[in-house]
């Protein structure tokens, strides 16, 4: 993941707001994911954005995407118990088929 | 819908011992298939991807092989492990005809080898 850059850890109390951030290098990145890995399990995928928008928002989830700065976050509304676990930005460039992940910010929720 | 399934879930392994490690999906026909490796604390690492029976890429030199003998079926295997190969063996698929909204991931199989 050396392409893509994300925070290590984030803590927050339950019911605030939660923003995840995570930078990216190749402006030829086409479409980016964020994926969710609760402790010991596979990977959910959460959302998807393609790099001709800016924003995308569905349920709690809002993704925002500045692609002069090359930058992407991930905002949890009203964060809960349930929503602990790791949380990867990813990346896939133009005829690629292969997903380029950062290595993860694990998200603690205190109650 | 579309399900995908690993096994086993854990493995212990010595040195030198043989791995196959099997990734079967339901639901679809004709998907991508993917193997991942996800060393601890780590993002994950593409090993080898799959447009169709048969055809298998390899992203990362290493003593590991995929093979795809059947349309849902993907294995990862080694004649040989080495303790480097240690690590969450994640499998992953995605639609054929949209491969960029998304790869969806198995359960994983945790390998140990000592």
Redesign the interface.
């Known amino acids: ?1 050396e392409d ?1 850059e994300q925070s290590l850890f984030l803590s927050v109390r339950e019911g605030d707001s939660s923003v995840i951030n995570c930078t990216y290098t190749d402006s030829s990145s ?2 980016l ?1 964020w ?1 969710k890995q609760e402790p ?6 959460l959302t ?1 954005i393609f790099s001709n928008m800016d924003m995308k928002q569905d349920q709690r989830l809002t993704v925002l995407l500045n692609k002069k700065d090359k930058h992407l976050s991930l905002r949890i509304a009203d964060t809960q118990t349930g929503d602990s676990a790791i949380y ?1 930005c990813a990346e ?1 460039r133009d005829s690629s ?3 380029i ?4 910010t694990r998200l603690l929720v205190r109650p | 819908s579309q399900t995908i399934h690993q096994w086993p879930a854990t493995l212990v392994q010595p040195v030198g011992s043989p791995l196959s490690l099997e990734c079967t999906v339901e639901g679809t026909s004709n998907p991508n298939l993917y193997w991942y490796r996800q060393a601890a604390g780590r993002g994950l690492q593409l090993l080898f991807y799959s447009v169709g029976i048969g055809q298998i890429s390899s992203e990362v030199p290493q003593n590991l092989s995929a093979s795809r003998p059947q349309d849902r079926q993907f294995i990862l295997s080694s004649k040989k492990l080495l303790l480097s190969d240690s690590g969450f063996y994640l499998c992953a698929w995605s639609p054929q005809d949209k491969p960029l909204l998304g790869q969806y991931f198995g359960p994983g199989t945790r390998l140990t080898v000592t």
Not at chain 1, 40 to 45: D, F, K, P, T
Not at chain 1, 101 to 104: D, L, T
Request: glycine share 22%; charged share 5%; hydrophobic share 35%.
């Open positions: 993941g893509v086409t479409y994911y994926y010991g399990a596979g990977l959910q995928l998807y990867f896939i088929y292969k997903l992940f950062g290595s993860g």
